[in-house]
Every structure is written in structure tokens, then in C-alpha cells.
């Protein structure tokens, strides 16, 4: 089986992906490290370098790479993967593909990503608390349409790490 995290930037998906695999010792993979190693460059020299469009290409490739060749692996996306091309599809109609969006709120997105809008170029221009705040309001509420196609999805506001996996492990089997 290949277990497919999607969410929002901040949302956990590299960090319970990470231990989701461990458990279930299956492979993991970020797509974003995959990304990186792949191109021998970071996503923000991509983003500087080539531009988001260059980015969101070569997403969907290594997605699609990673679907066709992968099994008894945990994939975390990266926020936007499920919202470009026909990325949603791809994952919904990929065999012995499981996807799961991982749902926080948008306050303790805000929270989370108000620290760490550094290594994220869609967010990092963003100059006050504020504006960040409805930049993420906005973008959520555009990318929840894509989100909540995923086969399950998982509340994690105000739950443990060990209660979120305990709950995707019931999920999935
Ligand atoms: C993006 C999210 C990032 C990364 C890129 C674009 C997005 O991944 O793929 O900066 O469009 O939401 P994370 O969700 O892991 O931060």
C-alpha cells in the first residue's frame, strides 16, 4: 500500500508521516526532499531560480514517478501537490493508494506558520501576523475543495502525536 499525507503547509504531514513509517515499517518519503535531492537544489532557489510554475511541473512528475514505481510507502505532499494539474486524480485513481488530509485549523496553522515562514516562498514575503492570517484563511478555504477529496479525513487540533497515529492506523486497515 502506498499512504498518501496531504494538508495544508504546517499541517504535520512529514512529521507523522515520518512515524507512520516507522510503525508500519514501510518506506517514507517528503516529496519536497525528494524534490530537492532529485534537482540537486533547494525548493527556494527552485522557486527564485525557475519559478512556481517550474516547481508545481516538476511536483507532478516526481508524484507521478513515485505513485508508479513505490509500494509499502508513507508519501507527505507538499501543501500545494494536490491542487495543480490533475495531481488529485492521480492519487484517487493510483492502485492500493490510500489518501489522507491531515485537517488543522486554520489558528493553529496561523500559529505554527507565523515561526516558520522562512523556508516556505509562498509565505515568506508576508510581513505582519495579520496579513498572514488572511493570506491563510483564504488560501485554505481555496484549497480545502481539493483536501477533502482525500478517502479520509483526520481532525488533529488538540490531539497527541500518539492519538493521530493510533487513529491513522485504524484508518487504514
Ligand atoms: C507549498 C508547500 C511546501 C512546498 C512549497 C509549496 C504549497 O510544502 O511544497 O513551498 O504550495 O503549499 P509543505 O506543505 O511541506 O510546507
Do not use: W
Not at 500545494?80 to 488529485?88: A, D, K, V
Not at 486524480?89 to 488530509?101: F, Q
Not at 493510533?166 to 486497515?173: A, G, I, K, R, Y
Amino acid at each position: 500500500m502506498i499512504v498518501i499525507l496531504i494538508g495544508y503547509m504546517a499541517s504535520g504531514k512529514s512529521t507523522m508521516g515520518r512515524i507512520l513509517a516507522k510503525k508500519l515499517n514501510y518506506e517514507f518519503l517528503d516529496l519536497d526532499d525528494y524534490i530537492e535531492k532529485k534537482e540537486s537544489s533547494t525548493i527556494k532557489d527552485i522557486f527564485k531560480l525557475k519559478g512556481e510554475i517550474h516547481f508545481r511541473k516538476l511536483e507532478t512528475q516526481y508524484l507521478s514517478e513515485l505513485l508508479a514505481t513505490k509500494t509499502n510507502l508513507v508519501l507527505s505532499l507538499g501543501g500545494g501537490t494536490p491542487c495543480y494539474s490533475n495531481n488529485m486524480d492521480v492519487i484517487l485513481k493510483a492502485p492500493n493508494a490510500k489518501s489522507i488530509y491531515l485537517k488543522a485549523s486554520i489558528p493553529t496553522l496561523i500559529e505554527r506558520l507565523k515561526n516558520e515562514k522562512g523556508k516556505r516562498p509562498l509565505i515568506a514575503h508576508i510581513e505582519t501576523d495579520e496579513l498572514l492570517a488572511e493570506f491563510i484563511g483564504k488560501h485554505l478555504f481555496e484549497r480545502s475543495q481539493f483536501y477533502s477529496l482525500a478517502n479520509v479525513t483526520l481532525a488533529t487540533d488538540n490531539k497527541t502525536e500518539k492519538d493521530i497515529i493510533e487513529e491513522l492506523v485504524l484508518q487504514l486497515f
